[in-house]
C-alpha cells in the first residue's frame, strides 16, 4: 500500500518536472527527453510494445493510465486502495477516506481535459500522497503496522531516487559545463524534490559530482538514499528487535540492510564518480532488491497453509 502511493506521487513529480524543464530547452534537448522518463521507471521494453515514439503525449498516456502498465499512476492508485481494504481493521479511518479521494480522483479523470493541462492533476495526487502520510503520522498506532509503512515508502524512495540518478547523471555527464548542463542538473534534483534543500547546503554552483553526492550519501535530506535506507533499517530493527551486539540474533534483512548503510557510510563518492558510478548505482539497486526479497520471505507468508490431519488423529487415539 504504502510503496504503491509513493510510486503514484514520484511519477507526477518526474513527469511534471519534465514538462517545466522543456520549456526552457533548446530544441535539441527536447527531442530526447522523453526516453530517459520511461528508463527511470525501467519499463522499456513494455513502452515500445505498445508505443513507436518517445513523445510528451505517448509516455504521459503509459505513465498515467495505460492499462497494461502496472507502474501507471491509475493503477498504483487502485492498488493501494485494494491494499488497504484488505488490511481496513488495522488502518484508520481517515487513512482509508484518503486513499478512497484518490481512488476515485483517478477513476473519475477526464483524459481529455488532462492532456491539454496535466498539472493540476499532478499536484492533487502529489498533495493526496503527503496527506496520506501526514495522516497516517497523526491517526495510526506507531507499531508493527505503521513501521511496515515507512520501511515501505522509503525503500520505494530510495528505489526512485537511485534510478533517477543513475539515468540523469549519465547524460549530464557527457555535457560540458554550460546552460544546459546546469539545467538539466536542476531537473535532476527538482525530480527528487532536492533542489531548494540542496542549495541550502550553501552550494555556490551547481556541479554533478556535488549533486549526485547530496542525492546519494545525504543523511538528512529525506529523499538521499542513505537517508531512506538508514530509516528503512531502523524500521527493520524496530519490528523485529534490535540485537544490539549479538550479531548472531540478525535476521537476514537486518544484516544485508545493515551491511548496505554501512558501505554507504564509509563510501568516498570520488571512487564511484564518472564511468565507476552507473556500476555501483546498478549494485546497489539489486542489493536494495534483495533486501526487498528477504523482507518478504521474512515477514510475509503467501502460501496457503492447509489443516492438518495429524492433530485430529492423535485426539481421536487419546479418546480411545
Same mark, same amino acid.
Request: hydrophobic share 40%; aromatic share 14%.
Given at each position: 500500500m504504502s510503496r504503491y502511493v509513493e510510486r503514484a506521487e514520484d511519477i507526477t513529480r518526474i513527469l511534471t518536472v519534465n514538462f517545466h524543464t522543456l520549456?526552457?530547452?533548446?530544441?535539441? /534537448? $527536447?527531442?530526447? !527527453?522523453?526516453?530517459? /522518463? &520511461?528508463? &527511470?521507471?525501467?519499463?522499456?521494453?513494455?513502452?515500445? +510494445?505498445?508505443?513507436?515514439? %518517445?513523445? !510528451?503525449?505517448?509516455?504521459?498516456?503509459?505513465?498515467?493510465?495505460?492499462?497494461?502498465?502496472?507502474?501507471?499512476?491509475?493503477?498504483c492508485i487502485s492498488m493501494a486502495r485494494e491494499n488497504a481494504? $484488505?488490511?481496513?481493521?488495522? /488502518? $484508520?479511518?481517515?487513512?482509508?477516506?484518503?486513499?478512497?479521494?484518490? %481512488?476515485?480522483?483517478v477513476r473519475d479523470l477526464n483524459r481529455e481535459v488532462l492532456g491539454h493541462g496535466p498539472?493540476?492533476?499532478?499536484?492533487? /495526487?502529489?498533495?493526496?500522497?503527503?496527506?496520506f502520510q501526514g495522516i497516517t503520522a497523526e491517526t495510526m498506532t506507531h507499531g508493527d503496522g505503521? +513501521?511496515? &509503512?515507512?520501511?515501505?515508502?522509503?525503500? +520505494?524512495?530510495?528505489?526512485?531516487?537511485?534510478?533517477?540518478?543513475?539515468?540523469?547523471?549519465?547524460?549530464v555527464n557527457m555535457m560540458s559545463d554550460g546552460p544546459e548542463t546546469s539545467l538539466q542538473l536542476i531537473a535532476m534534483l527538482r525530480s527528487c524534490s532536492a533542489f531548494e534543500a540542496f542549495r541550502k547546503t550553501g552550494a555556490s554552483n551547481m556541479?554533478?559530482?556535488?549533486?549526485?553526492?547530496?542525492l546519494l550519501l545525504n543523511l538528512e535530506f529525506p529523499r538521499a538514499v542513505a537517508f531512506c535506507l538508514h530509516r528503512v533499517l531502523r524500521s527493520i530493527n524496530l519490528i523485529s528487535g534490535d540485537p544490539g551486539r549479538h550479531s548472531h540474533l540478525l535476521n537476514n534483512p537486518q544484516r544485508l540492510m545493515g551491511r548496505i548503510c554501512a558501505e554507504l557510510e564509509y563510501l568516498d563518492i570520488n571512487e564511484v564518480l564518472d564511468k565507476n558510478m552507473h556500476p555501483f548505482l546498478d549494485q546497489l539497486l539489486h542489493k536494495i532488491n534483495q533486501v526487498g526479497y528477504e523482507i518478504m520471505q521474512t515477514y510475509f507468508n503467501t502460501q496457503v497453509i492447509l489443516p492438518l490431519k495429524y492433530p485430529y488423529q492423535m485426539q481421536q487415539q487419546q479418546q480411545q
Open positions: 520549456l526552457d530547452a533548446p530544441v535539441e /534537448i $527536447s527531442e530526447h !527527453a522523453w526516453q530517459p /522518463i &520511461i528508463a &527511470i521507471t525501467g519499463d522499456e521494453e513494455l513502452f515500445l +510494445e505498445h508505443y513507436g515514439e %518517445y513523445n !510528451a503525449r505517448n509516455v504521459s498516456e503509459f505513465l498515467l493510465w495505460n492499462p497494461s502498465n502496472p507502474n501507471a499512476v491509475t493503477t481494504r $484488505s488490511v481496513r481493521e488495522q /488502518i $484508520s479511518s481517515e487513512m482509508w477516506e484518503n486513499l478512497n479521494r484518490l %481512488y476515485f480522483l498539472y493540476e492533476f499532478f499536484d492533487q /495526487i502529489r498533495y493526496g500522497s503527503w496527506a505503521y +513501521e511496515f &509503512i515507512q520501511l515501505g515508502k522509503h525503500m +520505494e524512495r530510495a528505489d526512485k531516487t537511485l534510478r533517477t540518478l543513475d539515468v540523469k547523471y549519465a547524460a556541479q554533478a559530482a556535488r549533486v549526485a553526492e547530496f
